[in-house]
């Protein structure tokens, strides 16, 4: 009940702030604060107009509430208070829910009302609240109801306990059978041997607030008893003494006992506590007085008389809440910024509570802030069922979590977290289809469109993804509730891996039969077969038909002298075994095997008869001896190398093998080599170079080949040749192979090779000066003796017949000693590779006839008919010079080796890409043997031609050269005594 003070304020509630208002009966003006409109959707600066239209945004069968309660108001002289609940229409079509309170402010003189104030109270919030509380009861039910745990509760000041239904079920018992107690627990349904780990276990917990885990043995109503796993946690009150126990037993029976899945488990919610009461409080800044409500009083615990004062009110907030709050007030006064923050406080009575506060500015008619109206609510209940319902979660042995249909987990309990190895951020984070094995995400949404429909899921198994990448087999109870699903989840994968070792143990059976890398056979005890691989009855020659049940001697007696001993000792329990053996068959053959028996076990834990298993380690001895042999064998080439070879550590550069080659060259002994490292042999010099091939080595496993120097014992530099690469041995561990090769002398024979090439340069510098002097002294008078000769013959013409001949024939030499100097010089330069190569465009047919003009005097000396069917359009990219050697040099042989009155035929046509040219005689022709002669060098083969004329041997060596640098080829085709034709190829020109 409000006193007379705080009549005019009003209850606040969670979350929100009031909003005031003001009727003026006379003028029927309303005047509603701004603020409101705003929460409304609008803006502030619509207020004015919206003031008289109010009324259109209220529903109006709510307006015909308010006027009842108004009228009761007035009826009364305000002892019935006036209070309505109205719904307004939001600018975006969703409703607010709005508590509306109002008093008689001012009468005029004749005791009539003049004012009507009030406060309009935002109550959406509240009314979700409400609707929330009640998903929340529906939610503990349904969790309750789900789990597969029987719960207990131990009132610690009263003594009194309490026990779920299931509780009763898990031990066989009716609730009238047992009547719930301490005593009862530890008493009757506790196993004597584990009364005193669970009265330590409660101890501790007592003291240190730990939640506690058990496996413990509880006594079933048929009088045996069942493993259970119980956990429990307190709760403590304000003087951290332990008011109230809490916890689960869990049936683990079959985990204890068959190691095949863990026991069901479930969790209990606490139903969350209604919502406190909340109180209003308004701050004056003219006056800098603070008003109350009387809920507020209540909150604070302070008496009614109290006056409070912002400053005693900030005081009683705990640090670091007291500046917070301050600078909330502070942030509110100066910039108009409303909060809502949660609190602790100190109450007038000294309790410490949890609260929410919040507050907004007051502005008067022209904007200013004049004060400030806020509200404070009690969460402490809150706050308490928060803890319970942790509690809960943290003390369940299985993963209690919720989750929504988009895929994400809204709430997972401790349990589930750290089973998975993520934090609770990162498992609310990550779509939980992302966490499921990819084998099973098709059965999961499967399960998930069932769920969907309201049917509920009973164990459901998957696999989840853990942090570390690993995945556990989990088994899914679940239920759906307001869309949400409600699951209990239980890693079964102990019980999983059970399950597979025990479909395993059944098909081992099987596998002996067909899918054993090696011979397995299985017999009982009296050595008679029961089973056998395929792979034993191949080896050793049984029939698959009739083997069964037959004496395993019988069927082997060689068998039986080797190995009766062993047989007897593996019945009596024993195992036997032989890496390996030498054993000679009986069909005379040897080979060498590893083998085993081991005696297997019935049910009841007799020996029911021996598993053998043998393999033919032949190849493998083989194998080794091969190995061993080519050990020695590297052993010998190593030793007796002349080539170093060095085995060191890469990291120390310490020497830890080396052979006699390099300790020789170096001339240390072994032992002073043992303690040396390779920098002790390297001068300063080579320490860059050194560094450049340990860094290719460590990138590209390899270094070298390089060169560079050691320093041996009698402070000799040696000349060296390195080249390694990094191995490891059978522990991973790094060394470095390396090939050491002494070459000193190569070294000494290089100078002397080098020593000789400058000679020999300086001597091709002495033959070129020879060539350029032969080259212009033999021309110019070579070609003074060709002119007198021309001159002779041109200006004489009465000389006798047989003198005219004699020039003629002079004549004639002189240009044929013309050409073969040219010939000489240009192959002379072809050798050391100073002829100029200059192509270009040419027309082949002025060259042909230069060439034929050339060797007119030849041709009519031998009455030879020329036959020349080069087009007159054809273009040739050549060199000309080049050209006109090679064309001069085929036709001077062409004449040379035509008989008198023979043919010869030039031709030059394109192909593709290319050109080719023919010279073609019908003279003596070319033998088989003397085809392979031609165009070899340095073989300067020649023959004597038709007349009796001498060739040089090196103009088709020439020709060959010249071809070959445009990119040509060059070959012949000759027939003895039917004639000859070179052809050749150029590239066409590039005319694009």
């Not at 109450?347 to 500015?361: A, S, Y």
């Not at 698959?544 to 039986?560: D, V, W």
């Not at 493998?620 to 061993?628: D, H």
């Not at 042909?848 to 031998?862: D, F, G, P, R, V």
């Amino acid at each position: 009940m409000m006193n007379s003070d705080t009549q005019n304020l009003f209850p606040i509630l969670v979350n929100t702030i009031p909003d005031y208002w003001e009727w003026h009966i006379l003028t029927n003006h309303v005047f509603v604060d701004p603020y409101f409109y705003k929460k409304l959707g609008y803006e502030i600066t619509d207020s004015n107009e919206l003031s008289n239209h109010w009324r259109q945004l209220v529903f109006q069968e709510d307006l015909e509430v308010a006027q009842e309660s108004l009228t009761n108001y007035l009826h009364s002289d305000g002892k019935i208070p006036y209070e309505a609940t109205l719904r307004f229409r939001h600018k975006d079509g969703s409703i607010m829910h709005v508590l509306s309170k109002g008093q008689i402010a001012k009468w005029d003189t004749q005791g009539k009302p003049t004012l009507f104030t009030g406060i309009y109270f935002d109550i959406s919030s509240l009314m979700k609240i409400q609707e929330e509380v009640k998903k929340s009861n529906q939610r503990l039910e349904l969790i309750v109801d789900g789990i597969d745990a029987g719960i207990w509760e131990w009132d610690m000041e009263s003594g009194k306990t309490w026990w779920s239904t299931k509780f009763y079920q898990l031990l066989g018992y009716q609730e009238s059978d047992v009547i719930p107690s301490y005593d009862t627990f530890m008493n009757v349904l506790l196993h004597p041997e584990d009364k005193e780990q669970v009265e330590k276990a409660i101890k501790l917990h007592l003291e240190t607030a730990s939640p506690y885990k058990l496996e413990i043995r509880l006594k079933h109503k048929d009088s045996t008893y069942y493993w259970f796993e119980t956990s429990g946690k307190a709760l403590f009150n304000n003087q951290n003494k332990p008011i109230q126990m809490c916890g689960s037993i869990i049936d683990i029976t079959e985990k204890k006992l068959l190691q095949l899945e863990l026991a069901e488990s479930e969790f209990l919610l606490q139903e969350v506590s209604k919502m406190s009461k909340a109180g209003g409080w308004e701050y004056d800044l003219a006056t800098q007085s603070l008003r109350w409500s009387q809920a507020l009083y209540d909150i604070w615990q302070m008496p009614d008389d109290f006056t409070p004062t912002l400053d005693q009110v900030l005081s009683r907030f705990i640090p670091p809440y007291t500046s917070l709050i301050q600078q909330k007030v502070k942030e509110a006064i100066e910039t108009g910024k409303p909060w809502n923050e949660e609190f602790q406080i100190i109450t007038g009575k000294g309790d410490i509570i949890w609260v929410r506060t919040l507050g907004k500015p007051i502005f008067d008619n022209t904007g200013k802030i004049t004060g400030l109206r806020g509200a404070t609510q009690n969460i402490q209940e809150q706050k308490k069922v928060q803890e319970e319902l942790q509690t809960y979660f943290e003390i369940s042995v299985d993963a209690l979590n919720i989750a929504n249909f988009e895929g994400y987990f809204i709430q997972v309990s401790p349990a589930f977290t750290k089973m998975l190895g993520f934090s609770k951020e990162e498992v609310l984070a990550i779509p939980f289809l992302e966490l499921i094995h990819p084998d099973d995400l098709e059965s999961t949404q499967a399960e998930l469109q069932t769920l969907n429909l309201g049917i509920p899921t009973l164990h459901f198994t998957n696999r989840y993804r853990t942090k570390d990448g690993q995945y556990l087999w989990l088994e899914w109870t679940s239920v759906t509730k307001n869309e949400k699903i409600y699951a209990i989840a239980r890693d079964i994968t102990d019980r999983k891996e059970a399950e597979r070792l025990l479909q395993q143990s059944k098909t081992q059976l099987q596998l002996f039969i067909s899918q054993s890398p090696s011979s397995l056979a299985m017999l009982d005890t009296q050595l008679d077969y029961l089973a056998a691989s395929e792979r034993w009855l191949i080896y050793y020659g049984l029939d698959p038909e009739n083997y069964l049940g037959q004496n395993h001697y019988q069927l082997l007696p060689f068998i039986a002298e080797m190995h009766r001993t062993s047989h007897d000792s593996c019945l009596a329990g024993n195992v036997e075994s032989s890496e390996e053996e030498y054993i000679l068959r009986e069909d005379g053959t040897a080979v060498w095997m590893r083998w085993e028996a081991r005696p297997w076990y019935t049910l009841e834990g007799q020996v029911g008869g021996i598993l053998l298993f043998t393999e033919d380690i032949t190849s493998r001895k083989q194998t080794e001896e091969q190995i061993k042999e080519n050990e020695e064998k590297f052993r010998t080439m190593f030793n007796l190398s002349p080539v170093g070879m060095v085995l060191t550590e890469p990291s120390t550069g310490r020497y830890v093998e080396f052979n006699n080659a390099f300790a020789e060259s170096t001339g240390y002994s072994r032992e002073e080599l043992k303690s040396m490292t390779f920098i002790d042999l390297t001068p300063p010099e080579y320490e860059d170079s050194d560094k450049a091939q340990i860094i290719l080595a460590g990138e590209t496993g390899q270094y070298g080949p390089y060169e560079k120097e050691y320093i041996t014992k009698s402070s000799e530099r040696i000349a060296v040749l390195m080249a390694g690469i990094i191995i490891k041995n059978r522990k991973g561990e790094e060394y470095v192979w390396s090939f050491i090769q002494d070459i000193s002398q190569l070294k000494k024979r290089e100078q002397k090779i080098n020593l000789l090439l400058d000679e020999l340069v300086a001597s091709n510098l002495q033959k070129d000066k020879l060539f350029s002097v032969i080259a212009h002294d033999l021309r110019g008078l070579i070609g003074k003796i060709n002119t007198l000769l021309e001159f002779s013959l041109s200006s004489n013409e009465s000389l006798a017949p047989d003198l005219q001949e004699l020039l003629s024939l002079s004549q004639l030499c002189s240009v044929n000693a013309k050409d073969l100097l040219e010939d000489l010089l240009l192959w002379a330069q072809s050798q050391f590779q100073k002829v100029s190569f200059e192509p270009g465009l040419c027309t082949v047919l002025h060259i042909a006839k230069s060439i034929l003009e050339h060797n007119q005097y030849q041709i009519l000396a031998k009455n030879i008919v020329i036959t020349n069917q080069i087009a007159p359009d054809l273009v040739a990219f050549t060199d000309e010079s080049m050209l006109k050697v090679i064309l001069r040099n085929l036709l001077s042989n062409a004449i040379k080796f035509s008989k008198s009155g023979g043919e010869i035929i030039l031709t030059a046509s394109q192909q593709d890409s290319m050109i080719l040219f023919s010279v073609k005689d019908h003279g003596v022709g070319i033998s088989p043997q003397n085809l392979e002669k031609l165009f070899q060098k340095h073989t300067n083969f020649t023959t004597y031609g038709t007349h009796g004329e001498k060739g040089s041997g090196i103009g088709l060596e020439l020709c060959k050269g010249f071809v070959e640098k445009h990119g040509g080829q060059i070959w012949v085709s000759s027939e003895l005594n039917q004639g000859t034709t070179f052809t050749f190829s150029l590239p066409l020109p590039n005319l694009a």
